[in-house]
């Protein structure tokens, strides 16, 4: 400014500030010019100026002489990206050398561009999809650069002009000039994304500098700088960058790793791409509505594709789709081959039919309830071993709808998942899956513990069992209608006989005709088609876990009726059946068939017919008749005759077995501490010693007795035990039986047992003994406190006649116990008199 208003020209201005650069800038801080000196240096300055050289002010710089440089593109769009591990585009193109080559001089025109331009050496970016070629070129190191700009400019304004794309894609090749230091690496787990990680060795780049720097390469999606760039204490390390095209992130990467803006280094790596799906996160987040959503969904493809297999598969079971013996052809090649060859080979006899079947009575009755339609239970009772099943079997032997469910497989299952699975057995449902539950179950817990609510998707073994049910009945409904189209296709295939033809010609014949087309048309199902559903060994044990089962059984049987699907015959040898059947069905009265132990002719006849006539034992009768008519002593008694043993032999070894059973169970002797029976010994003593003199015991008087005392449960447990049988008349408990006929023999061998019933004696008479002078106790303490009422003067006239009877009371009890200890005496002695010790050998 002072040199202007001097009037200094340009010259004179140049040659001062050159000189002052020198001289007087170093040492302005301690020397201070006055503006006299200063104007006397400026014309110092002209005067030297002015006497110069005029040539020398002219002259013009020599330029350097241009050396060759090297360089580096980034050929994009060379290969396909490989995106995964799995991602084997790759391996279509060959990673040659020749490849490489030819790629580039597709792409780069080498003899068309200036500056001495050749390609040195090719590498392969496979990864990336790309590749980077090193050229050489004549410049000076000033315009190094702008150089190697304009050589790629001039490249893709080659590729554009000739447009050479990409097969495998139809994307254009760009090229850009590397600015940076590639990073040539080849890890596995690194693979291009969208989103590239920017490091900064130095100071941190702001936005609109990284923006500048990127653009050229794509557009460009987002870029945030971590941390926050506004708090001065924790300042910006790294910058995460996101393209729109991976394609335009690869090509920055390669281009700008190493490059240096303002001495700061920028490290640039891909960033794994965390995806956020927003339909995922709403699902994740919100379990309490998807997880029934999803339980709704897997229960509606079960439905649809596992239903219809089990309804085929359990329809094919009570139609017996896949039984040989309801096809005729079977039948018949059976008949011709294998009958002829074995006699008794055809396997039509039914077990057990030889006795109970042949009752006609009982039989006609159970087959024309049958023949009508559904209104209630049929139900068989009877003891076990009396031929229940053999009589069922017997009348529905011709029936050809019928599924058989036997609940003693079900009831001794270990568990409520076998108990499934043997259900599912018995119905012919396919496929089961038990373990559902269990899955369900877990995952129901799983949610519960993370969302604090339950999702209602875990299913338990008596869910699955009452599914099974369920759908067991819409089998058995849709068989109805099966069997009718069946009927009618069957009726639709029998042709008319030559002569029916030839009468057809005529008028008068065809109303006939007619008329049988319309009773075609109205083919109706007859009742022996529905179905027969027959439960067996129903409330075979009453225990707490099969507790649900009868009761979903009676409630599935009930449905089953009321809504006229099938027939259900109920065997049990349960008396207190009623009660849960009535339950499941109010209001009806239930088709009862009552069986008892085979009378001796039909037991005789059964065991000469089992051994033949031609047996001859004559204990066998009487022997017979001991058994009485249940089944399973006889079959039993056969077997041991079939094995050459005579009657009495084989009646003794059978009593025999009976009686340990007795002791061990009836008497308790196999049963350990932690388990109890449900009635004691005396108690079970008491009945056997009644029943060897009587053949009945009164049921009430019995119960009422010391002994019992009024209690049921006893009396009830001990018929579940089968150790007696409780005779019921006009639906209330009359009598009470031996469990078996062979029990009549077996009580009386204990009771002649000398010793072991004196021991029993000893044992109920000091138990009956402890009871009464527990009740004399308590009559004691009652009339003393009664006599203490008025201590000084007698009590009232009215507690005196209290206490009379009450002394009365204690005479009869007492009377008792001396009985009860004489008793005692008595069976101690006999059990004395009776040992016999050892003789010493």
């Known amino acids: 400014m002072l040199l202007s208003r001097l009037g200094a020209n340009t010259c004179v201005k140049?040659?001062?500030?050159?000189?002052?650069?020198?001289?007087?800038l170093p040492r302005q801080s301690t020397r201070v010019f006055n503006i006299r000196t200063f104007k006397s240096t400026v014309k110092l300055y002209e005067e030297e100026l002015s006497n110069a050289v005029k040539p020398a002010i002219v002259e013009k710089p020599v330029a350097p002489a241009a050396s060759e440089q090297t360089a580096q593109l980034y050929l994009n769009n060379v290969f396909p990206l490989k995106m995964g591990s799995f991602d084997i585009r790759q391996y279509f193109f060959r990673n040659s050398k020749q490849f490489l080559e030819r790629k580039a001089h597709q792409a780069i025109p080498s003899d068309d561009l200036p500056y001495n331009f050749a390609i040195k050496e090719i590498l392969a970016r496979t990864k990336d999809g790309g590749a980077i070629v090193t050229f050489s070129f004549k410049s000076t190191d000033a315009s190094k650069y702008k150089v190697a700009r304009d050589l790629v400019e001039r490249v893709n304004d080659y590729i554009a002009k000739q447009n050479i794309v990409a097969k495998f894609n139809f994307r254009t090749v760009r090229a850009f000039l590397v600015r940076g230091a590639p990073f040539m690496e080849d890890m596995i787990?690194?693979?291009?994304?969208?989103?590239?990680?920017?490091?900064?060795?130095?100071?941190?780049?702001?936005?609109?500098?990284?923006?500048?720097?990127?653009?050229?390469?794509?557009?460009?999606?987002d870029i945030s700088i971590y941390p926050n760039p506004h708090i001065a204490k924790d300042p910006a390390r790294?910058?995460?960058?996101?393209?729109?095209?991976?394609?335009?992130?690869?090509?920055?990467?390669?281009?700008?790793?190493?490059?240096?803006?303002?001495?700061?280094?920028?490290?640039?790596?891909?960033?794994?791409?965390?995806?956020?799906?927003?339909v995922k996160e709403w699902l994740v987040s919100h379990p309490r509505i998807t997880v029934p959503l999803f339980a709704a969904i897997f229960a509606g493809i079960t439905y649809i594709v596992f239903d219809p297999i089990r309804v085929f598969?359990?329809?094919?079971?009570?139609?017996?789709?896949?039984?040989?013996?309801?096809?005729?052809?079977?039948?018949?090649?059976?008949?011709?081959?294998?009958?002829?060859?074995?006699?008794?080979?055809?396997?039509?006899?039914i077990e057990g039919s030889s006795i109970w079947a042949h009752d006609v009575e009982k039989t006609d009755k159970l087959k024309s309830w049958l023949a009508e339609t559904p209104e209630t239970f049929v139900l068989v009772t009877g003891h076990k071993g009396s031929g229940k099943s053999a009589l069922v079997k017997s009348?529905?032997?011709?029936?050809?709808?019928?599924?058989?469910?036997?609940?003693?497989?079900?009831?001794?299952?270990?568990?409520k998942s076998e108990m499934t699975k043997n259900l599912a057995k018995e119905v012919g449902y396919f496929p089961v899956f038990t373990w559902a539950a269990s899955m369900s179950g877990l995952i129901d817990t799983v949610v519960a513990a993370t969302t604090g609510q339950k999702t209602g998707l875990s299913s338990s073994p008596d869910s699955q069992m009452k599914n099974i049910l369920e759908t067991v009945a819409i089998a058995l409904r849709d068989v109805e209608p099966a069997e009718k189209e069946r009927k009618r296709a069957e009726e639709e295939a029998d042709h008319e006989s030559f002569w029916e033809r030839v009468q057809s010609l005529f008028v008068g014949h065809k109303e006939h005709l007619v008329e049988k087309t319309d009773e075609k048309d109205e083919i109706k199902l007859d009742e022996k088609s529905i179905p027969i559903v027959v439960i067996d060994n129903y409330m075979c044990r009453e225990t707490s876990k099969n507790a649900v089962l009868w009761e979903e059984l009676a409630e599935w049987a009930a449905l089953l009726i009321e809504n006229g699907i099938a027939h259900v015959v109920i065997v049990t040898s349960n008396a207190s059946v009623m009660k849960t059947l009535g339950k499941a069905l109010p209001g009806k009265s239930f088709s009862n068939i009552a069986l008892s132990d085979a009378p001796p002719e039909m037991a005789m006849t059964f065991i000469n017919k089992q051994l033949g006539n031609e047996v001859q034992d004559p204990y066998l009768p009487d022997v017979v008749a001991a058994l009485g008519g249940r089944l399973t002593e006889l079959e039993l008694l056969v077997q041991k005759m079939k094995m050459k043993m005579d009657a009495q032999t084989a009646f003794e070894d059978i009593v025999t077995r009976n009686l340990i059973d007795i002791r061990k169970y009836g008497f308790g002797e196999s049963w350990d501490e932690d388990k109890k029976l449900e009635w004691t010994p005396i108690q079970f003593w008491t009945i056997v010693k009644l029943l060897t003199n009587k053949i009945s015991i009164n049921y009430d008087e019995l119960r009422w007795s010391p002994v019992f005392l009024g209690a049921e449960a006893p009396l009830k447990a001990m018929e579940r035990a089968e150790l007696i049988t409780i005779v019921q008349k006009e639906g209330r408990a009359d009598s009470i039986r031996p469990g078996k006929p062979v029990f009549y023999t077996v009580f009386n061998r204990l009771v002649s047992d000398t010793v072991f019933a004196a021991s029993m004696e000893v044992e109920?008479?000091?138990?009956?003994?402890?009871?009464?002078?527990?009740?004399?106790?308590?009559?004691e303490d009652t009339i003393e406190k009664l006599t203490?009422?008025?201590?000084?003067?007698?009590?009232?006239?009215?507690?005196?006649?209290?206490?009379?009877?009450?002394?009365?009371?204690?005479?009869?009890?007492?009377k008792l116990i001396e009985d009860y200890d004489q008793k005692i005496t008595v069976a101690k002695e006999v059990i004395s008199t009776s040992w016999v010790p050892e003789e010493d050998e």
Not at 14 to 24: D, G, N, Q, W, Y
Not at 259 to 277: A, K
Request: aromatic letters at 10%.
């Open 189 to 221: 787990a690194r693979y291009p994304t969208q989103r590239l990680r920017i490091e900064f060795q130095g100071e941190p780049v702001n936005i609109e500098r990284l923006y500048k720097q990127l653009r050229p390469y794509g557009r460009v999606f």
């Open 238 to 278: 790294y910058a995460i960058v996101q393209f729109t095209r991976i394609r335009y992130a690869t090509s920055a990467r390669n281009c700008l790793h190493g490059h240096y803006i303002d001495g700061t280094r920028l490290n640039v790596l891909y960033e794994r791409q965390l995806r956020t799906n927003v």
């Open 764 to 779: 109920s008479n000091m138990t009956l003994k402890k009871q009464s002078e527990t009740e004399m106790a308590k009559l």
């Open 14 to 24: 140049r040659e001062f500030l050159k000189r002052a650069s020198v001289t007087l």
């Open 395 to 415: 009348a529905i032997e011709d029936r050809k709808n019928k599924i058989f469910i036997d609940c003693e497989d079900l009831a001794n299952s270990r568990n």
């Open 788 to 814: 203490n009422i008025n201590a000084t003067n007698r009590p009232p006239k009215e507690i005196e006649t209290r206490i009379r009877y009450l002394l009365t009371k204690v005479a009869k009890i007492q």
């Open 313 to 349: 598969f359990i329809t094919s079971k009570v139609t017996k789709r896949f039984n040989l013996e309801e096809y005729a052809l079977y039948r018949w090649l059976r008949s011709e081959t294998w009958a002829r060859l074995i006699p008794g080979g055809s396997g039509s006899h």
